[in-house]
């Protein structure tokens, strides 16, 4: 009986791993075969596109539709400015939230409880756009680079994950013996908090690397110097553009042209967005599972 019930299990343990990788697989497919697609239909002849010839991997390779992107001086303009806003918005970002974090994590804080209820409250309610609009305005902000990094610079949500790593990652016995050794909170939280953070800190920078790189509602209302839009700005206004020549032409096979340079532009304009997030990911892999995992715990 015990070798029949031995062979049982191993044979629902194999069905189990079969369908888990059935699983898997069909949401591989599910997440790889639009970014395939896109990739492709950016390389592809725009013809054989909207034929519906290519469905996967690239037909009749051209690339046009990269060569008319980066021949846009405004792209390139595009690409610095947001480089910029994305490291420089990221930095201010993580240590703000840090500085915000670790206090917050401290049992020793007085009235902690009462300033992360007024930290949680801001998730939930907000001045809305018009007050933030006039605070922007009335602190100078309009149309300079602080625009995209101060108003959205400190994430609650990322406040909290932060703290509840600290909470389960640093003890209270470390600080004690760093505050016997004569060791000041600052110094403890430089040569103590902050090389034990690495996770935290990856997880942090992503999140807000990524946001700030796909901002652009920021731009649409705070910016109106084209000099210092963001490329996801920058190529909202390429598209919307292309859509308007369209419309103003009156040759028909002019008109079917630009449609198909522009189909071509589309997707070569997501390939471009989407390459810089990508790169950065797997430098902060090792780190970003450990990190939301430890900060998602209940402290």
Request: a positive charge; zero cysteines.
């Amino acid at each position: 009986m015990a070798v029949d019930a031995g062979i049982r299990d191993r044979g629902a343990d194999r069905v189990f791993t079969i369908f888990n990788y059935l699983i898997l697989a069909i949401f591989l497919i599910v997440v790889a075969y639009p970014l395939i697609y896109v990739v492709s239909a950016s390389l592809s002849d725009p013809r054989a596109v909207i034929s519906g010839k290519m469905w996967l991997w690239p037909v009749d390779i051209t690339t046009a539709g990269y060569e008319a992107v980066f021949k846009n001086h405004k792209v390139l303009v595009g690409f610095r400015n947001s480089l910029f806003y994305t490291v420089v918005g990221t930095f201010v970002s993580v240590v703000l939230t840090l500085l915000a974090a670790y206090p917050l994590s401290r049992r020793d804080l007085a009235g902690r409880n009462v300033i992360m209820m007024l930290f949680a409250f801001t998730m939930i309610f907000s001045g809305g756009l018009i007050p933030t609009y006039l605070t922007v305005r009335a602190l100078g902000l309009l149309n300079t680079p602080m625009a995209m990094i101060l108003p959205t610079a400190l994430s609650v949500y990322n406040v909290i994950i932060t703290r509840t790593f600290f909470q389960t990652t640093i003890p209270d016995e470390m600080l004690e013996a760093a505050q016997l050794d004569g060791a000041s909170d600052f110094r403890f939280m430089r040569d103590m908090v902050i090389p034990l953070s690495a996770p935290i800190i990856a997880v942090n920078a992503l999140f807000y690397a990524v946001g700030q790189w796909n901002s652009f509602f920021n731009a649409l209302i705070y910016l109106t110097n084209q000099s210092l839009f963001p490329l996801q700005l920058i190529l909202r206004e390429i598209l919307i553009q292309n859509q308007a020549d369209v419309s103003a032409m009156g040759d028909i096979s002019k008109i079917i042209q630009r449609q198909q340079l522009q189909d071509l532009l589309k997707y070569s304009l997501i390939v471009v967005a989407s390459v810089p997030v990508l790169v950065i990911y797997p430098f902060v892999q090792k780190h970003f599972v450990r990190g939301v995992m430890i900060g998602s715990l209940k402290g």
